[in-house]
């Protein structure tokens, strides 16, 4: 059974910052690109960052320089260290799984407060 698991989110004022952690079993992780995608009420899910196999990354514009996507394949997790926080950086926040299939994790919300 393939289980993505999000952790992490929570409540932080502007400019603060959280780590999301997206833990993984059932699949062979080191295989499987990873992407972290969030989506705001009445908004559509995007994508923010992600990460291929090989290490390579990718982010959003509105990302850029200040979140920071990385892999832990000993330990099937991906991570997504965010600083510098924007109140439009809250959404929930859900991890993916991509190689051949697509799996997703169930989100967590990131609140981002004034």
């Known amino acids: 059974q393939v289980q993505l698991v999000e952790s992490g989110g929570g409540l932080v004022q502007v400019g603060g910052s959280l780590r999301l952690s997206c833990a993984t079993s059932?699949?062979?992780?080191?295989?499987?690109?990873m992407g972290w995608y969030r989506q705001a009420p009445g908004k559509q899910r995007e994508l923010v960052a992600f990460i291929f196999s090989s290490g390579t990354t990718n982010y959003a514009d509105s990302v850029k320089g200040r979140f920071t996507i990385s892999r832990a394949n000993a330990k099937n997790t991906v991570y997504l260290q965010m600083n510098s926080l924007k109140d439009e950086d809250t959404a929930v926040y859900y991890c993916q799984a991509t190689w051949g299939n697509v799996y997703w994790g169930q989100g967590t919300q990131v609140t981002v407060s004034s």
């Open positions: 059932g699949i062979m992780f080191s295989r499987y690109n």
